[in-house]
């Protein structure tokens, strides 16, 4: 029992100072190799400590090891970008004047959804209010808001479609049928609802529509009075 508490401290130790060395951003925000290295960190600190027929000593030296390696791949991710970008990744631009681009958000295994929920986490309800969104190389959101993006979201807009496909709850909500919706589509164009990359409405009837490949648009539909 002692033996186990014993090596246990030493491995905490050994652990502790290589996590410190590699530096403030290695507790904040990862870049993906980063994230692989603290897992491995991890596993390797657990064998030496839970079994006693391995060597303390194998445990520190591999747990050194992967410093090294990281250091390595600091210095290339540092002094060439062409590295960087293969290593670390880059920013992916999901929504952009034109509106939300799906070839992004599908590179990063995303959906129009995943977008329109990492934006009213950012405190942007409507898709026509923000200029910019991307996704930095380490998994976080950033948004750029258009000015005046205040007025632009005077109604919480609902899904109507999403890639293709009604949300009956949704629809519901409008007090519409599925058939108004699709004479609306017409009118802009569109006969096949497959085509429909994301339409959104809010209460006061403004409507966000984009196509896939097509530049988003933003209509009324006349609603005589706000229906949320």
């Known amino acids: 029992m002692g033996l186990i508490f014993f090596r246990t401290i ?27 290295i603290t897992l491995i960190i991890a596993d390797l600190a657990c064998i030496p400590m839970a079994d006693n027929s391995i060597p303390l000593l194998y445990g520190v030296i591999a747990i050194l090891t992967i410093y090294f390696l990281h250091q390595i791949i600091c210095l290339i991710d540092l002094n060439f970008a062409k590295a960087k970008a293969i290593v670390s990744g880059v920013p992916s631009v999901v929504l952009n004047k034109n509106g939300i681009d799906d070839t992004q958000l599908k590179k990063n295994n995303l959906d129009v959804s995943d977008l329109i929920e990492s934006l009213r986490v950012e405190g942007y309800f409507a898709l026509d209010a923000v200029q910019y969104a991307l996704y930095e190389a380490e998994g976080t959101f950033s948004a750029l808001p258009k000015a005046g993006y205040e007025e632009m979201q005077k109604s919480l807009p609902i899904v109507l479609v999403d890639e293709g496909k009604f949300d009956e709850k949704n629809i519901e909500l409008t007090q519409k049928d599925k058939k ?6 017409k009118k802009q164009g569109c006969e096949d609802i497959e085509r429909v990359l994301v339409m959104t409405v809010d209460g006061n009837g403004k409507v966000y529509f984009q196509q896939k490949g097509e530049k988003y648009k933003v209509f009324e539909l006349g609603w005589e009075k706000a229906l949320w």
């Open 180 to 185: 108004y919706y699709l004479d609306v589509l």
């Open 10 to 36: 030493i491995i905490f130790i050994a652990t502790l100072i290589v996590m410190r060395l590699m530096g403030k951003r290695q507790i904040g925000e990862m870049q993906p190799y980063e994230l692989v």
